[in-house]
């Protein structure tokens, strides 16, 4: 398998303040599973900002799919995000829009014929549990069902990387079970995965993932995935 993702000495600096991330050089590996985790405030959301392309690096080189984002011209973007999952920790829901028009979305803009974006997003909702929701708007769900439903249209796509900023936190025990039972057969798929969570219940779920932790911006591996050949180990 090949680098996905390659970060080169990247900085990040919000306006004149302090670098909030610094020096971070690593590689994640195509098809692996990876844990963001941290303190509140370490930096976790802003590493994967820069990875889903909503912010660009004070300093340094981030790669993706092979290619240098940073002096990318900015047309070139829509092409490479379409590439990426991305589930938002404030999910981003289109309100005026059904939740199943919500999650047909990223096969829309991929031209994907109706007949099939129908049983996919069928298929996607009865998995998250919200078949009987389909035609309800996203300001009359619980937070917890937003966030599923903001899980199924970062999959339905099955994209080649999927971004997930906390994407169990509003969903009790049993609902994370089978969330993460999703992510897993989307990793077996192929995509690669980078979550972060605070959740160490999710974590253990996933035998196989690595972990990287963030500390007062700089980056730690517990699991040494981005120093040694990642292991490979069943889900
Ligand atoms: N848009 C912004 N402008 C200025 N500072 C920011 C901005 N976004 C984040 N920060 C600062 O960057 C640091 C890292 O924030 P970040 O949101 O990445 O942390 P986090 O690990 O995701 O935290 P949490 O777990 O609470 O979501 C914090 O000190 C935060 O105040």
Redesign the pocket.
Same mark, same amino acid.
């Given at each position: 398998m090949g680098t996905i993702v390659q970060f080169e000495n990247v900085g990040l600096r919000?306006?004149h %303040?302090d670098e909030?991330l610094t020096d971070l050089s690593f590689s994640l590996t195509a098809g692996e599973f990876y844990f963001l985790t &941290?303190?509140? %405030?370490? %930096?976790?959301?802003?590493?994967l900002k820069l990875l889903y392309l909503a912010q660009r690096p004070s300093r340094g080189v981030i790669r993706l799919f092979g290619t240098d984002v940073v002096t990318m011209p900015r047309q070139r973007m829509p092409g490479f995000r379409r590439r990426i999952g991305v589930v938002y920790?404030d999910f981003r829901l289109v309100p005026h829009l059904s939740i199943a028009d919500n999650v047909a979305l990223p096969l829309r803009i991929a031209g994907v014929h109706e007949e099939e974006v129908q049983d996919a997003v069928a298929e996607m909702l009865a998995w998250v549990g919200l078949a009987h929701r389909a035609g309800a708007r996203p300001p009359t769900l619980s937070g917890g069902e937003q966030q599923r439903v903001a899980i199924a249209r970062a999959v339905i796509g099955r994209p080649e990387l999927l971004v997930a900023?906390?994407p169990t936190g509003n969903v009790d025990e049993a609902m994370a079970d089978r969330l993460m039972q999703l992510f897993a057969s989307l990793n077996g798929l192929g995509t690669t995965m980078v979550i972060?969570t605070?959740d160490m219940h999710v974590i253990a779920r996933i035998r196989a993932a690595h972990l990287l932790r963030?500390e007062g &911006?700089r980056l730690s591996d517990p699991t040494g995935a981005l120093r040694f050949p990642p292991r490979r180990e069943p889900a």
């Open positions: 919000y306006g %303040g909030v &941290g303190a509140s %405030g370490a %930096g976790k959301t802003s590493l920790q900023d906390e972060a605070h963030i &911006g």
